[in-house]
């Protein structure tokens, strides 16, 4: 998933993309905001910079999901990046002010992912080992 998201900004660009997902937002943030702040090209330049990084990341997590009885060892480091960045998300906020809905339902599923997998693994860890 994370490898096909990256791919698609880095092909399409952000805009495009945010408004494939600004429905599933309105559903659960009710009316929001447009999205037209993401329709500029510093903004379309920067995600499609950060957008390869997705695709690495991504394809990291298949590679450790291919073999996770010797590669599952990364699996905490590889979550922690995404705990971290929805530190900087929240280094954001504070210091400038509320995003727009999306960039909060995205900042709940970079908290709440990363430590389901890390339960998972730890209980896989113990059924493996």
Do not use: C
Request: charged share 15%; no cysteine; aromatic share 10%.
């Amino acid at each position: 998933m994370i490898v096909a998201i990256g791919a698609s900004i880095y092909l399409f660009g952000i805009y495009p993309m945010a408004q494939i997902f600004a429905p599933m937002a309105d559903i659960l943030l009710g009316d929001i905001a447009p999205l037209d702040q993401l329709n500029h090209p510093d903004i379309d330049s920067e995600m499609r910079f950060l957008a390869i990084f997705y695709v690495a990341y991504g394809m990291i997590v298949l590679n450790t999901a291919s073999d996770l009885r010797r590669r599952m060892h990364r699996i905490p480091l590889l979550a922690t990046v995404v705990l971290l960045g929805a530190v900087g998300r929240g280094i954001s906020i504070y210091f400038n002010g509320m995003p727009h809905g999306i960039m909060l339902i995205l900042l709940s599923v970079e908290i709440v992912v990363p430590l389901f997998i890390i339960m998972l693994q730890q209980r896989a860890k113990r059924r493996l080992f």
